[in-house]
C-alpha cells in the first residue's frame, strides 16, 4: 500500500487549501484514516481523525476550521483547511489503517505536504 499526499502549499492567513491523500496498491480494507502535522521542533500531533463509519475527531485547535472527509470507493483521504492561521505551519502527514496484500491490518504513511501560512 503507497499513501500519496499533495494539495500543500504556502498561504496567507485566513485563507484556505485542500489536502488529498490517495491510497494504492493491494487494498482490501481501510479503517481509520488520520491526518497528523509536525512543526519545526514540535511533536508530531493528531489533527484529525475519521473512522470507516464517518466518525470524526478533531483537535481543539483546528475544530470549526478543518473538515477531514474520505471517499471509501476511491480510497482517498481529504482535508478542508480554512481560515488558516500562521501557527497550522507543518508537514501534514496522513496515516490510513489498512488491510494490504500481506493481508494483516497496518498503518501506513504518506510522505507528508508542507503547509505554509504567512501572517
Known amino acids: 500500500v503507497q499513501l500519496q499526499a499533495s494539495g500543500g502549499g504556502l498561504v496567507q492567513a485566513g485563507g484556505s487549501l485542500r489536502l488529498s491523500c490517495a491510497a494504492s496498491?493491494?487494498?482490501?480494507?481501510?479503517?481509520?484514516m488520520t491526518w497528523y502535522r509536525q512543526a519545526p521542533g514540535k511533536q508530531r500531533e493528531l489533527v484529525a481523525t475519521i473512522t470507516s463509519g464517518g466518525g470524526t475527531n478533531y483537535a481543539d485547535s483546528v475544530k470549526g476550521r478543518f473538515t477531514i472527509s474520505r471517499d471509501n470507493a476511491k480510497n482517498t483521504l481529504y482535508l478542508q483547511m480554512n481560515s488558516l492561521r500562521p501557527e497550522d505551519t507543518a508537514v501534514y502527514y496522513c496515516?490510513?489503517?489498512?488491510?494490504?496484500?500481506?493481508?494483516?491490518?497496518?498503518?501506513?504513511w504518506g510522505q507528508g505536504t508542507q503547509v505554509t501560512v504567512s501572517s
Open positions: 496498491g493491494s487494498i482490501f480494507g481501510t479503517k481509520s
Open positions: 496515516n490510513i489503517n489498512a488491510l494490504g496484500g500481506g493481508l494483516s491490518w497496518r498503518d501506513y
